[in-house]
C-alpha cells in the first residue's frame, strides 16, 4: 500500500513523548517504512513531512516485514529500511530472517518493536541492525534516529564516490558519467551529485541545459567554510534527485585545485547525497591522482586504439596498486566501430589490460551528436539505441546490481547465520 492509501485510514498518532528537537537536515538519502500499527505509519508520515527531512524521501507502506520482503525481493532496498513488527522475540527474529535475504548490504535496517526487552535489543544490533526502537514512537524519534545514523562522526559517509576519467581526451568520458549520474537518479531513485571537475572546459551543464554559476570553483575557494548549506547554494538543480556541481568553464579566471579543498568539498557533497559522479578531466596531477585513488568506485573510457590501451594500462595498474582491496577499475569501452577506423580488437585490449569492459558502446554520432546539440541525455533521444542499453546496463553495475541475488542480505550482518543460533537459544 503507498503511504497515501495507508494514510486515509491512519489513526491519531501514538502518543510517544517528544524528544528534544533535532537541528540537523537528514541528508539526501532514500527511507521506506513498512509499519504495522497506523500510529506507527502516521507518525513515519509526520517524520517525512518535517522540515529536517526536506532532502531525504520518505515512503510510508503497511503491512510490516511481509509488505517489505514483497516490495524487495525484486528491487533495491533504500539508504534505510524502517520495518515494524508488532510480533514476540521469535516471531519477529523468523521475520527478520527471511528479510535478510532480499535487504542490499549497503542499507541500514531500524526495527520497531513492541516488546521492551534490552536483551533483544543487544542480540539485534550485534546481528547489524542499526537501532531498535520500541513502539508508540514519536516523530521526532525517528528524525533523531535517522540524524545520528548519517552525522555521527565515526559513522561511514552516506554517498558514494564515482569517479570517470579518459584514458585519453575525447573519449566520451563525461558523456558517460553525465548519462550514468541522469540514470542513477531516474531510474534508481537515488539524489546524485555531478561534479564536474574540468574548470575551463568542463561540460556538464551544457548536456544538462544548465550552463552558469561558479559551482565546484567558488566551493573550492572556500575550502574552510564549505558545508551543506553552502553547498546547496552552490548546487544547480536540474531535476528533483539530480543536482550539477558545475565548473565555470571559462578561461578567464583560472582556478587551482588544492588537493585538500577539493577532498574536503568532495567530503561535504558525500555527506549529503548518496552518489557523487566526478568528472575528472584527462589530466594527470596530484589531485586528479587522489580523486582517483579515493574513489569508491573508479571508470576508466577507452577507444580501441593504441595511446588509449597504454594510458589505460598505466591507470589500471597504478589504480590496482594502491587500492588493493577495492573493486578493480571498470572499462567501458566507447566509440567502438568508427568506419575506416583500424582498431585493437576488444578482447584483445582487454587481455592486455587484464580488465575485461563493463559495456562496449558503439560509435553513433547521430544518437550522440543530437543528445549533445539539445542537451538532453542519450536514452531521451534514442532510448532503444544500443548506447542507450549499454548505458542502463553499467548503471546497473554501478548500482551494485550485477551480483547474483544470493548475495543479499549482508546489511544485516551475520544476522542469516546466527538467527538460526538464537533461536535454540
Ligand atoms: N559512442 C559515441 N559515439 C559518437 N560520439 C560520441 C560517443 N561517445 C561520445 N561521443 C561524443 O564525443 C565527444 C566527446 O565526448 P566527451 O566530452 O564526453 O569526452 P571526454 O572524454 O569527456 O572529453 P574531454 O577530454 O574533452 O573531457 C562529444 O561530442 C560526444 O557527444
Ligand atoms: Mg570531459
Sequence with gaps: MTNEAAMEQVQPAASAPAPEPVVALIPRINVAAF????????????????????????????????????????AKTPDVLIIESTK??????????????????GSKVIVIGHVNDVLLYRELVNQGISEYIVAPIHQLQIIEHLAGMFHDPEASPVGKVLAFVGAK????????????????????????????????????????????GQGIAEALGSMDRVDQTMLNRLLTKYSDRL?????????????????????????????????VIVDVPNIWTPWAKSVLVHADEVIITATPELA??????????????ARPNDNPPRLVMNQV???????????????????????????????????????????????????????????QILQGQEAPPKQKGKALGSLKAKLATLRKK
Design 35 to 74: 509499519c504495522d500499527d497506523q500510529g506507527t505509519a502516521q507518525a513515519m508520515q509526520s517524520a517525512g513531512a518535517d522540515r529536517r527531512m526536506v532532502q531525504a524521501h520518505m515512503d510510508v507502506h503497511l503491512g510490516g516485514i511481509p509488505a517489505a520482503i514483497q516490495a524487495y525481493t525484486n
Design 308 to 321: 588509449c590501451l597504454r594510458n589505460a594500462k598505466n591507470l589500471v595498474d597504478l589504480l590496482k596498486a
Design 88 to 105: 514476540q522475540r521469535d516471531g519477529l527474529l523468523n521475520d527478520l530472517g527471511h528479510l535478510a535475504h532480499v535487504c542490499d548490504p
Design 243 to 275: 543536482s550539477l556541481l558545475v565548473a565555470p568553464s571559462s578561461i578567464d579566471r583560472e582556478v587551482e585545485i588544492e588537493e585538500d579543498a577539493l577532498s574536503a568539498v568532495l567530503n561535504v557533497v558525500r555527506a549529503n547525497v548518496p552518489s
Design 169 to 212: 581526451g575525447g573519449v566520451g568520458s563525461s558523456t558517460i558519467a553525465h548519462n550514468v549520474g541522469w540514470m542513477f537518479s531516474k531510474h534508481y531513485a537515488t539524489d546524485t551529485v555531478i561534479t564536474d571537475l574540468d574548470m575551463a572546459f568542463g561540460t556538464a551543464g551544457l548536456n544538462f541545459n544548465h550552463e552558469g
Design 337 to 395: 566501430g568508427i568506419p575506416k577506423r583500424p582498431e585493437i580488437p576488444i578482447a584483445e585490449f582487454s587481455k592486455a589490460l587484464g580488465v575485461e569492459p563493463a559495456v562496449t558502446i558503439p560509435f553513433d554520432p547521430l544518437t550522440f551528436g543530437t543528445a549533445s546539440s539539445n542537451g538532453q541525455m542519450i536514452e531521451e533521444v534514442a532510448v532503444k539505441s544500443d548506447a542507450a542499453r549499454q548505458l542502463v546496463v553499467l548503471s
